[in-house]
């Protein structure tokens, strides 16, 4: 892509409309949608909608910084980049130009199990920190054998993924009957081919494909996707599994998925040193609660033992200065930087990293708190939708 077209992205809905122009509509879709009616994906950007700033004039804020800790790692601004598998589908580098852009950018960029490239291939080209999210699979020798080597490929914590014993029920992607690996049919045919770019990727491409699991399937099973389905949620776990993942992982451990206070303490106590608040981006239980609206009960409650951290339509900087107002340490985005892979890979999502550190170090000025480690939730009000 050109520099000059770079230039023109001033933020998330750029990329996002980019990546639709570039994406097979299934592709698409896959990214964008959610579970069920979308009730909570709309609601995830609602509740940050409902909040405003309180701003303070004149205040020296003549030297700012965005950056903060996050689970011992200095980054430079309050934004990570979550956990969101197969990004092969949207570029042929998929989750490899994430992990550069995440590097380049000063954050972490945390590889979900179900990446198109292995734990090993993604820590070979990152320049930066990086988390490994595990799913609760029923099989301990699958667990640790992922814990294994993300410890010896240099991961710096762990994110177990919890609201997941069945998949949700993802209307989209039954509509347009996604499939792994995608299959041409008659209509994805037609919609293909004004996608030059996406066609090529793909047919040059490695192969899409969940490549952290390629060693671990048993012969007998017969292939990833199979295996997959049948083993990935455990509906039998309870919390007693958090505590033998504490024994096996001996590093930072963030759990993902908490939408209670009851939820977080029970996580706090059996040692999770980081509470993650969210809703799988409305992926799984629709009409669960919009993460920002939880979030300052959990902060209150567990905040002073265990860092917080919150997903859920983070799309700006001013999104994530608001939810560091309401007690999160950091907020992690996915759509953000899949659609920016999608809309043309590394480079788009390196200067949609740009505009968004740039928005948390305007917010900052213009709420009169120059450090973002001072924001307090005196900067926010809550305001009614309506508003």
Known sequence: MRSADLSRISGYDDVRARAKRRLPKAIFEFVDGGAGAETTLRANRAALDRWRFDPRWLVDVSARDTSTTVLGERVAMPVLLAPAGLARLAHTRGELDAARAAGKAGTIFCVSTASSFTIEEIADVATGPLWFQLYLW???????????????????????????PVVGNRERDVRNGASLPPKIRLDTALDAIGKPGWVLDYFRGPTIQMANLRDVVPPHVGSVPAYVDRELNDQAATWDRLDWLRRTWDGPLAVKGILSVRDALEAVRRGADAVYISNHGGRQLDSSPATLDVLPAIAEAVGDRAEILVDGGIRRGEDAVKARALGARATLAGRLWFHAVGAGGQVVLERLLEVVQADVARTLSLIGVPRLDDVSGDSVVACSSEV
């Open 138 to 164: 029923k099989s301990d020798e699958v667990i640790e054998r992922l814990i294994s080597r993300a410890r010896d490929a240099g991961y710096k914590a762990l994110v177990l993924t919890i609201d997941t």
